[in-house]
Each structure stands twice: as C-alpha cells, then as structure tokens.
C-alpha cells in the first residue's frame, strides 16, 4: 500500500533518531499488516521520508504523483527547499507541535501536518541497581554538575548516559537498573529515546527548555524537551532553583505515574499507522493538525 523512499546508505552505524523513524516505521506497518515497498513504486501511496537529493531523484521517476507525503526528516534552511516548488505533494510530515508552529512562522505557505513514529518499549529486565538514569545532551555541563552534585547530596544513586555515547545495548541496561529517569535534553522534534523511557513505564523529572534558539534570536520559537506529555508522566521544571521544590513533589508521586500510558493512547503502532494512512486520504488534509 505504501512506498518508503529513503537513502540507505545514510542510516548505518549507531542506532539514533533517524534511524529510528526507518525501523519503528517498518515494524509498525509490519504489526498492521500494511503491505510497503523500499525505494520502488509498487503500490498507491508514496512516502519519502526526507526532503533531499536522493528523495527527489526517485520523485521524478513516479507515475503516480497525486498521493506523496514528504518528512518528518526535513531540514530547515537547507538548500533542499528548492525541490518543493517542483513537487507535487499532499503534506509534509512533522513530528510534533512545537514543530509545527516553527512551519506556521517561517514557512507559512507549506501545507503541514503533525505525526509522530510508532515507539516500542526496549526489553528491560527490571534488575534495579540504581534510583535513577540520567539522560544528558546537548546541554551545559553547568547545568550537569548543578544537577550530579544535587544527586550526590541527597544520596541518591545514577547512572548516566551521554547521546551519541552509548549503544542500544547500553540504553537497554541502564533502563533495567533504574527507577526513574532525570532527563537534561534541550529541544527535541519528537523525543524518541525518551519516549522509550515511557514506553519502560519509567518516571521522568525533566529539567525542560523553552525555546529553540539555534539559528540565534531571529528565529527563536517556543519549544520543549518534552514534546509529549501529560501529567501521568512525571514532573517538568526550567530553571536550576526549581529542582530540589520539584524532585520533592516527584519523589512524592514516584509510585502514581504512569508514562506508559501516554505511549499507549498517543504513541503505539497501530495509532501511527492509522494518522499516517488518514494522510493519503484527500478529503482529510483539513483536518489533519
């Protein structure tokens, strides 16, 4: 029913979000029975999942044109830009709200809409070791040892995980021997290591941003580390003053989240499938926020 565009070769070594969009992708139009094809025009529908040389190349070879989603892989600013207004295409794919909005700012005239991949739970053990993981990147080590020195004062005990520093193998591990999860990201466009902390049912006390702010002040928009969430997940602060006010409440309610439950309603395969397809259906695209 679907065909998947994607360059390959640009997806090998560590596992990492883009990697993750391929596989969480396949899988859950594998568990929906949705028959796919990779980089070959077999069926009506045509997903490419980014917006860039290799995607146009084989856009100009289909015969069938009218029913093509682009995303959520899409780089802003890039000079991949110029192939939208030599497409045909019903939406591009965003992975979440915050996101979003920055199209609604700065690319108003292209159509959007918000889906996010399919997250699975990682095979955990539950062989507590440790109260807490802590989940680090892109952030300033001020902040980090504000935070490592805040833990070791209360005693309690951690084990941390930089991005780009640990294997699957080692995210599975450190998610068996934990509890809960203290996560100190900046923004994410969905989140999806951390939405597999959820999936693990796993408590979270984030210490969240406001803003994305990498383009410098030009193009600040609001933003979050946490892009979905509610309160069954766990606690939120911004500023380094909060955090000992806001573990108090979240040592308190440890027992009583239930982050999984998020994943359930929000994030499972056959909720993705089911948007994803919605897509393609034309007489949808109004609604499709």
Not at 210 to 224: F, I, R, S
Request: net charge negative; glycine share 4%.
């Amino acid at each position: 029913m679907i065909n998947i565009f994607y360059n390959i070769d640009s997806y090998g070594g560590m596992t990492r979000g883009p990697t993750k969009v391929v596989k969480n992708l396949l899988q859950s139009l594998d568990d929906c029975d949705i028959p796919y094809s990779i980089n070959n025009e077999l069926y009506e529908y045509n997903l490419f999942l980014a917006l860039d040389d290799f995607a146009y190349g084989h856009y100009l070879k289909l015969k069938n044109k009218k029913n093509v989603l682009i995303g959520p892989q899409i780089a802003f600013w890039e000079n991949s830009w110029k192939y939208l207004s030599h497409m045909e295409y019903l939406n591009l794919l965003i992975p979440s709200k915050w996101v979003d909005n920055l199209f609604d700012k700065f690319f108003p005239e292209v159509e959007t809409c918000i889906w996010p991949v399919a997250i699975y739970s990682p095979e955990i053990n539950n062989d507590q070791k440790y109260d807490c993981l802590v989940y680090y990147k892109n952030r300033s080590e001020n902040d980090l040892n504000y935070l490592i020195n805040f833990l070791n004062k209360k005693n309690i005990s951690y084990v941390g995980l930089q991005y780009g520093n640990y294997t699957p193998d080692e995210f599975i591990e450190c998610l068996s021997q934990v509890k809960y999860c203290i996560i100190l990201d900046n923004t994410e466009s969905q989140g999806i290591a951390i939405q597999e902390m959820m999936a693990c049912n796993k408590p979270l006390l984030v210490w969240d941003v406001k803003e994305w702010d990498y383009l410098g002040d030009q193009y600040k928009v609001p933003a979050t580390s946490v892009p979905y969430w509610s309160a069954d997940c766990g606690e939120k602060f911004y500023e380094a003053c909060e955090l000992k006010s806001t573990f108090d409440i979240f040592s308190a309610n440890i027992d009583r989240y239930n982050p999984k439950k998020l994943i359930d309603s929000e994030l499972s395969y056959k909720v993705s499938v089911e948007k994803l397809l919605n897509f393609f259906e034309k007489d949808n695209n109004d609604d499709v926020t």
